[in-house]
């Protein structure tokens, strides 16, 4: 894409103009800190968590040493990549599982995100694992949802309740309970509409779901495509609901992902798990902090030169 | 209320939309330097991308010299006058077949909104009084032809389809056929999500394109690309690659009902020249509105 070579040439100068070793001046981190901020943007982290953390990674890179073999420019870039992943979320955390069974697992997030399909592959590899996994289907909305959460139950070989489009969602994922208990099920896995989170109706909906089931995980899955916008769906959706970890789909496209970085920072939840296609044959990929760091960076060549160093 | 009255209240629920950001910024300020740095921010906001939010505030600092502006709060017009300019760069009519059935092929990424948006244009046209035909090229997602019946269903017109699995190019050559013999208006054809980074898929995909160009002359007459307002820099990249692969001729920014701003449309528009023809504004019927660039900025960043 035009704009990242620009970025990444540009950059190129700006780190090659820093040829001083010793310590880190402030004015090396200044002119690296612009190249990294226009990197974070081009990547969809939010303009205010840019801010804050261009601040706080300037304060602490000036005075550092620098490395012989790097010049200050790389290494700040180094800095910002060890801040990034860190931020991210150091060790990669698994789903809670309850002390009773069923462990109660609710998916929600806006329309489109791939709560359907991370569903069945969470069903896949839970069945994979030797649990008995239920899948409930609680979007009366969407024009054949609940066809699509059996089809991709089917393929996964993972049994769905439903209740049809005419009861209310917080009925059926009651009833689900029972039936998830009728069938012996340790984990039920419910399907929830996609919507707004400024949606006040939909919004109490699953507020009364998740009063009525008590789920040991809330998962918001988010787009990796998203945009600035992420930090106003994440803060909504963890305010009510208090989500307890996220699921980042599509990542097989070429989008950086950096609304990620902002949704970690917002709710401080986990990011679990990375969705990397359409098929649900593949279960759901546990998450990378360092390979998602580089990425929102997309300043491969420095960073590969970084981790040699 | 209208849809773009919609919009707005959308916009303004958002706790730091661009609106109230902007009333912040403004208000009873002189124009200096920072007002511009917070502009230039607040654009960056609603993702239009730091090149397209700079030449934005380059645009606003050279209108408001020639007007001899000097408060902030007489910004925000010149602020709308400088997205207009960009967004009109294109005409945004839909393009009609001489004679014969018109093809609209649907095209995007996964979860954009295709299906939903073939559900609102059918009515929509429904509405005119034109005769409609869905195809169900999506033969890849679970239930997608499912959903595509609901939706004829709910607007009232016929789906031509095949079974999953099928290919999606013949699903294009029957409804083309039966089109032509029910003498239909207007056929909008539903396609599978992919994302613009699997060539594989951008085949198929240009393979449907082929098909349509072959039975039908003129065809497609128009390629809609289908951007979900939520996305952010990556629009720019899908924009790119299904002009490459299918000439895209328009595009449908869907869920502008939420918070999000729908900005990327304004580089793609002055990159790609792809004109924007209709936003999405909800989940029912008639939650589509034909787009206008005046409105489209206003809504965006009038205080
Ligand atoms: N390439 C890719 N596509 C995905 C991924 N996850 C989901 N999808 C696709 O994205 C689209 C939407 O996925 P769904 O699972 O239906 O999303 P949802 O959140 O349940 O959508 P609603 O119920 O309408 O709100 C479908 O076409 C999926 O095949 C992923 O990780 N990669
Ligand atoms: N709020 C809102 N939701 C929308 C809008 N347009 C579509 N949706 C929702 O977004 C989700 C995805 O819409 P679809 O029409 O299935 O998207 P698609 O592009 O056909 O998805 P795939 O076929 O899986 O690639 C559904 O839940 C729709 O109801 C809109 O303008 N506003
Ligand atoms: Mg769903
Ligand atoms: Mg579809």
Known sequence: MQVLEGLSSSLQKALGKLRSKGKLTENDVQEAMREVRLALLAADVNVKVVRDFVARVRERAVGQDVQKSLTPGQQVVKIVYEELTELMGGTQSRIQMAAKPPTVIMLVGLQGAGKTTAIAKLALSFRQHQHRPLLVAADVYRPAAIDQLHVLGRQVEVPVFDMGTSHNPVDIVRNGMQEAERQGADIVLVDTAGRLHIDEGLMTELEDMKAAIQPMEVLLVVDAMTGQDAVHVAETFHERLGVTGIILSKLDGDARGGAALTVRQVTGCPIKYVGLGEKVDGPLEPFHPDRLASRILGMGDVLSLIERA | MGLFDRFKKGLQKSRSSLVERLGGIFKSRKLDESVYEEMEEAFIAADMGVETALALVDEVRALAKRNRIENAEDLPPLMVEAMRHILEETPSEMNWAKEGPTLVLVVGVN?????????????????????????????????????????GERAGCDVVRHSQGADPAAVIFDAIQAGKARNVDIILCDTAGRLQNK??????????????????????????????????????????????????????????????????????????????KWIGLGEQMDDLQPFDAQAFAEAVCRP
């Open chain 2, 111 to 151: 979860g954009a909104g295709k299906t939903t948006s073939i559900g609102k244009l059918a009515h929509h046209y429904l509405e005119d009084g034109k005769r409609v035909l869905l195809a169900a090229a999506d033969t890849f997602r679970a239930a997608a032809i499912e959903q595509l019946l609901a939706w």
């Open chain 2, 199 to 276: 060539s594989h898929l951008m085949a198929e995909l240009a393979k449907i394109h082929k098909v349509a160009m072959r039975e039908l002359p003129g065809a497609p007459h128009e390629v809609l690309l289908v951007l979900d307002g939520t996305t952010g820099q990556n629009g720019l990249s899908q924009a790119k690659v299904f002009k490459e692969v299918v000439d895209v001729t328009g595009i449908i920014v869907t869920k502008l009902d939420g918070t999000a701003k729908g900005g990327i449309v304004l580089p793609i528009v002055h990159e790609q020249g792809i004109p924007v």
